[in-house]
């Protein structure tokens, strides 16, 4: 999924870290990280008649999904329902860290060019009326989602690639889709697009007069093609992403409700096509009858809720509230807990390549960003800020890939070793003011470093505040400046910056890095915000997005991990360990690293009632 793939620093210290537990009289709760994918727990051998009998399940999350628009958003909140509501061709199984197919029969069958892919789509699959999804609902959506006119622009880049999309002549569920070059990217990519129904979204059938060349053209002239633009301006309407009458999905859940920044619920509708197949995968499944959706930002206001249970799944209690929680007998005997690893990784990207000017000079050279590496004591942040609850990467690629570099060694911490550096390439303090300078192009230069950033909680301040300290007795000031997101990703993408603190989310699924360390990407202001990169990283990175065969890609990337680690273009710093909980009264509990963590639809009441009950609101 690659709607996920870049963020800026937003939640990770949001109650992301809490200390180990090792209290063997609590049976269920996982003490230890897992260092996994993915964790099956047990199902609860003994039920507790005092659990509710209700088959609803209650999720807490922090934030309003904002807007459900099945296209046009790209906020994880809203994705989450969207799942639920929608479904794609193609699905990513978090467990087994493959491609699994969702609303077609079978993987494609791949031309040996790896250019034509060809898919049956489930005979099965209707939309809410009864009506069949065909081919034409697959066109649809991916013209759709193409038009230039759309407001979609995250998602614009991995649509380049599509030809076109050829309908079988004898079969209405069978297409194959043609792809302009061979691209690691070519199957995954199809994961990330809710198919939609022609007839509720076009029904005056407009975007059949546009072939999929047109749509490339993103210099298509509005003057000249007055269907499209007012088809265009229809869908972007907000009317689509807020009117629950306007949700038209073929999941299994619909929305019935929308209490903006309190609830959202969504409920199992009766008789849905997922119910006829024979074997759905834990993805298609629909177990809960219904699933609310609840906004607690409060850590006393959640913990409250887990010791009332009024929540049975979250991700997001604070550190405080777990601990205490996890030391209540009561919430153990209650409540499943876990740490997990997650693909989400920490950095502070440095500038490379600044103007000179408005922005100085100050790190340019490689060597110089090895010292100011070798100046952030990353293990003491762990063990002091993260309690522990982290794991350092020594490159963009996560510990948990196969693609990952071992031989690649962690920066220690050496505040001696990086003066001798920074002497060495003449960063001195030559006045005594205590801050290191030097002549660059003629121009005595200070090294007062501005480190940009955004807060969500006293432990990011806690730490840019370590960084500064240590900095500082090495000759460096370090001047910090909160921001908010969106500036933050302005500047950076802009190359407005000296450094900045981000946080990236991936997978398991095989990287294409043209995104993040193309030197293209630094030209368009896209995400390779330090500027790194040569012809040399250029042609290697542009290789492993066409290699297909895996061992030969591993060992491609494995190498431009060694030359991003040689470049420094950032200091890596960690991934913060995920906190799970989930009641026990559901079971079928699957846990893992990818996004959201917790298979949601998937979870089992493990008693039900013989009476129906009253459900909880």
């Not at 009864?130 to 013209?143: A, N, Q, S």
Request: aromatic share 10%; net charge neutral; with cysteine.
């Amino acid at each position: 999924m690659k709607r996920f793939r870049y963020v800026i620093w937003a939640f990770i210290f949001s109650g992301i870290f809490f200390p180990s537990c090792n209290h063997n009289d609590r049976g269920t709760t996982i003490s230890n990280v897992n260092h996994g994918a993915f964790v099956q727990l047990k199902d609860a051998q003994h039920i507790d008649p005092a659990w509710s009998k209700d088959n609803v399940l209650v999720v807490h999350w922090l934030s309003d999904p904002q807007y459900l628009h099945p296209v046009n958003t790209s906020f994880f909140n809203a994705l989450w329902i969207l799942r639920l509501t929608h479904f794609t061709l193609l699905t990513y199984d978090q467990a087994n860290q493959q491609i699994i197919p969702m609303l077609v029969k079978a993987m494609p069958v791949i031309s040996d060019d790896y250019l034509r892919f060809t898919y049956d789509l489930l005979e099965e699959a209707s939309w809410d009326d009864g009506t069949p999804i065909t081919t034409d609902d697959v066109i649809f959506t991916f013209k759709a989602n193409k038009c230039p006119l759309t407001n979609n622009p995250n998602m614009k880049p991995y649509l380049e690639n599509i030809k076109t999309i050829i309908p079988d002549s004898a079969n209405h569920k069978k297409f194959t889709i043609v792809m302009k070059e061979k691209s690691i990217s070519n199957l995954q990519m199809i994961s990330d697009y809710f198919i939609l129904s022609h007839k509720f979204y076009d029904s005056a059938n407009v975007l059949a007069n546009y072939s999929m060349e047109q749509l490339d053209d993103l210099n298509l002239k509005s003057d000249q093609h007055p269907d499209l633009v007012a088809w265009a301006n229809n869908f972007n309407e907000g009317k689509y992403g807020n009117d629950l009458s306007l949700q038209f999905g073929e999941g299994p859940y619909k929305v019935i409700s929308w209490d903006r920044d309190q609830t959202i619920t969504l409920l199992r509708k009766e008789n849905n096509w997922v119910q006829k197949l024979e074997h759905p995968n834990r993805y298609l499944s629909n177990f809960p009858d219904k699933i609310i959706f609840k906004v607690i930002r409060d850590e006393n206001a959640a913990k409250l809720e887990c010791e009332s249970q009024q929540i049975d799944v979250s991700t997001w209690l604070t550190t405080q509230a777990l601990m205490s929680l996890q030391n209540d007998s009561a919430f153990n005997h209650n409540y499943n807990s876990a740490f997990m690893e997650m693909y989400t990784s920490t950095m502070i990207v440095m500038n490379e390549r600044p103007d000179g000017s408005h922005r100085k000079k100050l790190l340019v050279d490689v060597n110089v960003r090895k010292a100011m590496a070798m100046l952030v004591p990353v293990d003491q942040i762990i063990q002091v800020i993260a309690l522990g609850k982290a794991k350092r990467w020594p490159s963009m690629v996560s510990p948990l890939k196969k693609e990952f570099n071992p031989d690649l060694k962690l920066i220690s911490f050496d505040v001696e070793g990086a003066k001798k550096i920074l002497d060495k390439e003449g960063w001195k303090d030559t006045d005594g003011n205590g801050i290191r300078d030097k002549i660059v192009d003629g121009e005595k230069i200070e090294m007062s470093i501005e480190l940009i950033y955004t807060i969500s909680g006293k432990s990011m301040q806690q730490l840019v505040n370590v960084i500064a300290e240590s900095m500082k007795t090495a000759g460096i000031n370090l001047i910090l400046k909160t921001t908010d997101q969106s500036t933050l990703r302005m500047n950076a993408a802009k190359h407005d910056f000296d450094m900045a603190f981000i946080s990236w989310s991936t997978n398991s699924q095989p990287e294409d890095y043209t995104q993040l360390w193309h030197t293209r990407s630094w030209s368009d202001n896209g995400g390779n915000y330090s500027g790194f990169g040569t012809a040399a990283s250029d042609q290697l990175i542009d290789s492993i997005k066409v290699t297909i065969e895996e061992q030969k890609r591993i060992s491609m990337v494995k190498r431009l991990q060694k030359i991003v680690y040689d470049d420094q273009p950032c200091i890596f710093m960690y991934t913060p360990y995920r906190k799970v909980i989930v009641h026990k009264r559901f079971g079928n509990v699957t846990l893992t690293s990818e996004l959201p963590g917790v298979i949601v639809n998937d979870l089992k009441l493990l008693s039900r009632p013989k009476v129906i009950t009253q459900s909880r609101k």
